[in-house]
């Protein structure tokens, strides 16, 4: 079985990329882990965006939003039906993430950068479809203030809300609240 598994993800990684969104965007661990320790970002999508609806037939596999479902058992590896089951399950340990997934077919990314022997896929997506973005609490103000002069500069990002993550002083939790002060 180890075979089939290591077979299974090879070809997997490269023909499918993932992309892989959250419900929970101020839980302490998400931001530690995906935020490079609160220093980064979070981007809220509109989840009806025409962008995560792109399903060609109803059995199209790629191209549309599904949750990701946990469980303790290991899904099984089948190739005799077009089946993404393996790749919308985690363990029940990672269920705090909440997540949702989207697999694309790697050849229709709009760049590829190569980078450590790695590539990395990026998709281009309509601005239309970000609702917010969220500024970690521990981003450097320099970083800050581009975001916020970006956004707020741009008649395309003009309607996207900025908030600010901070650390509760009191609780182990996220507070997001809208971000304030001008830009300079």
């Known amino acids: 079985m180890p075979d089939l598994h290591a077979r299974f993800n090879s070809e997997m990684e490269k023909r499918i990329g993932i992309l892989c969104l959250t419900e929970a965007p101020d839980d302490l661990l998400m931001w530690a882990h995906y935020a490079c320790s609160h220093e980064g970002f979070a981007i809220e999508f509109d989840p009806e965006a025409l962008f995560f609806h792109q399903r060609r037939t109803k059995k199209d596999e790629l191209r549309h939003l599904r949750p990701v479902h946990y469980s303790n058992i290991r899904p099984s590896l089948t190739f005799d039906k077009a089946d993404m089951k393996a790749l919308l399950t985690k363990s029940e340990h ?27 896929h ?7 479809s970000i609702k917010s973005v969220i500024l ?9 203030q581009e975001i916020l002069s ?19 002083e009191n609780f182990f939790r996220v507070n997001i609240n809208p971000a304030e002060g001008p830009v300079q």
């Open 136 to 144: 970690g609490s521990r981003m450097p103000k320099e970083t800050r």
């Open 150 to 168: 970006l956004i707020r500069g741009s008649a395309d990002l003009e309607h996207i809300t900025c908030y600010q993550a901070s650390i509760d």
């Open 122 to 128: 990026l998709f281009a997506f309509p601005t239309s």
């Open 94 to 120: 990672w269920a705090y993430e909440r997540e949702w997934r989207m697999m694309v077919d790697l050849s229709d990314a709009s760049t590829v950068l190569n980078f450590g022997g790695k590539s990395f």
